[in-house]
C-alpha cells in the first residue's frame, strides 16, 4: 500500500500545513480487484505527515505505526479495531453501488474517504471530509452549511439523501470533526510532541545548466528538513526574486524529514549573481542563502552535478533498502494497511 499513500493524497488535494499547526487525517480506500496487490479495505491515519495507525481487510486489526501511539490503551485499540471493521463492509457497499451507477461491470475501480481536522497555532480549528471515485472527487462536506457538495453527476443522489431533513448527516459529522476529531488530535500531539515537533534544518545544494547562449536553468534542492512547511525561493544580485517555473512537491524521506527542489530560468550575463534563499522553522529569523557559482568561479558544473546525483542515488538506495526490509518483515499488504480515527460515527453510504 505504499503506493496507495501519494494516490490518496493527490486525488483528494491535500496540502501541507502552516507552521506550528498540526492535522489529523483519515485515508479509508476500497478496491473492486482482490488480484489487484492491495487489500479490499484499508484505513490509515495520520497525524501531520506520520503514519500513526493501520488497518486492512487482511489483518482486521488496527496497529500502531509509532512508539508514542503504543502508550494508548488495549482498550483504544479494540474500539479502533470494531470502527475498522464495521467501516469495512459499508465502504465494500459503496464502492459497489457506485459501479453500477457508473455502469460498470469489471475491472479496477476505488472508493476513497478521507476525514480529518486541523489545530493551528492560534487556536483556530477546521474540519474536512472528501470522498473520491476512481482517481475523481466525487462529493465533500461545506462545514460552513453542514451540507455535502456533489462534484459528480453520480453523487447528486447521495448528497440529496445526506442533507435531507431526515438524515441531515452533513451537521452531524461536524460534531465530530469540531469536537471529538480535535479532541483526539490534542492526545496525540501530546503523546507524540517529542516527534512531531523536532525542529531538523535544511541542506542545500545548487547547481546551473547552460541551456543556450542566452539562459541558464538555476536548480535548488533542499533537502533534509522537518517540519514540512519550508519557503524556497531564487533571488537575483541579493534583492530580487525570480519566479519559479518548476517547483516539486515536497516529498518525505524514509527518515522522517523532507525536500523540495526548485527551478528557474535566468538570462546569461555577466556581473548578475544568483542564490537559493531558505526560510525554515528550524532557522528561527535566519534565512539560508546559498550562493550558485557559475562554472569556473569555484566548483565546476559536473562536480556540482555528481554531488547532487549522489545524493539522490543514496536516497533512492535508502529507500529500496526500507521497503525490502518491511516487505520482509510484515508482508506486502500488512505494510500499505491503513488506520483509522476515532471516528465514532457511521460510515457514511453512498
Known sequence: ?????????????????????????????????????????????????????NYNSDTRQFLPKTEW???????????ETQIGRSAEPVSKHNLKTLMRRFNQTGGIHIVQRMFGCELRDDGTTEGYEQHGYDGRDFMSLDTQRGIYIPTMNEAQITT?????????????YNNYLKNECIESLQKHIN????DLEKRVPPEVKVWGHRQ???????????????????????VR???????????????????????IRVSV????REGDTYSCHVDHSSLGDETLSVKWEPPGNGLSLGVIIGAVIGIIVLLAAIIAVVIWIKKNQAGYKSTNTSDTASDNSKEVKV
Request: charged share 30%; proline share 8%; hydrophobic share 30%.
Open 1 to 53: 500500500m505504499k503506493m496507495m499513500i501519494p494516490l490518496i493524497l493527490i486525488i483528494l488535494g491535500v496540502s501541507g500545513v502552516e507552521c506550528d499547526s498540526h492535522t489529523l487525517r483519515y485515508y479509508r480506500t476500497a478496491v473492486s480487484s482482490p488480484g489487484s496487490g492491495l487489500p479490499e479495505f484499508s484505513e490509515v491515519g495520520y497525524v501531520d505527515d506520520k503514519e500513526i495507525t
Open 69 to 79: 501511539m503504543k502508550k494508548l490503551g488495549s482498550d483504544y485499540w479494540e474500539e
Open 160 to 172: 440529496q439523501r445526506l442533507n435531507s431533513p431526515e438524515e441531515r448527516w452533513g451537521e452531524r
Open 191 to 194: 503523546n507524540g510532541r517529542e
Open 212 to 234: 543556450s547562449d542566452d539562459v541558464t536553468r538555476l536548480q535548488c534542492l533542499v533537502y533534509g528538513f522537518h517540519p514540512r512547511p519550508v519557503d524556497v525561493k531564487w
Open 237 to 259: 544580485n541579493g534583492k530580487d526574486d525570480v519566479p519559479s517555473d518548476e517547483m516539486s512537491p515536497i516529498l518525505p524521506h524514509p527518515d522522517g524529514t523532507y525536500q
Open 265 to 268: 530560468e535566468v538570462p546569461t
